[in-house]
């Protein structure tokens, strides 16, 4: 993506990512990677969490299917659907409102998108507003919430 910082570009090859690919997972994972360590977690809770956090937002919804939420807090990861198919978009959560989530995204397009791809498939990492409904569309909806994993 254009301007990723090479601290962030790092942070998300830790997490597996590779040039080239879509990274809105690997944005997640790396940032979670980065407070879990700053906050000094147990290694055991660290390798439990980021073994099931995977470059598929879907899939990563799946591993995590007990501890899905639709209550979320700042520092939760956001999982969107896009659809029928098995594509997905993954943010964090920075802010709560009645209906808006106040979140930070990486392979996202400034503001409100004008497709579901300008979306999901971004140019950067953007602070956006997203509106709070967990309700299925044919486009890009909210599945649930990780929310961050205390210990």
Not at 13 to 27: H, I, L, R, S, V
Not at 86 to 102: F, M, Q, R, Y
Not at 117 to 143: C, I, P
Request: contains cysteine.
């Amino acid at each position: 993506g254009k301007g990723l910082s090479n601290e962030l570009v790092l942070a998300m090859e830790k997490a597996g990512w590779q040039k080239g690919w879509p990274y809105c997972a690997a944005f997640s994972e790396a940032i979670w990677r980065m407070a879990y360590d700053e906050l000094g977690a147990p290694e055991s809770l660290k390798k439990d969490i980021f073994s099931k956090l995977t470059p598929s937002s879907l899939q990563t919804l799946a591993n995590f299917k007990d501890k899905i939420t639709k209550s979320p807090v700042p520092g939760s990861i956001f999982i969107m659907r896009h659809g029928k198919p098995t594509n997905g978009h993954e943010g964090i959560v920075c802010g709560v409102g009645k209906d808006i989530l106040a979140t930070i995204e990486g392979n996202t397009s400034p503001g409100k998108a004008k497709s579901v791809n300008a979306d999901r498939q971004g140019d950067g990492v953007y602070k956006k507003t997203r509106s709070f409904s967990l309700t299925e569309t044919s486009g890009l909806y909210l599945k649930g919430f990780i929310n961050p994993i205390p210990w």
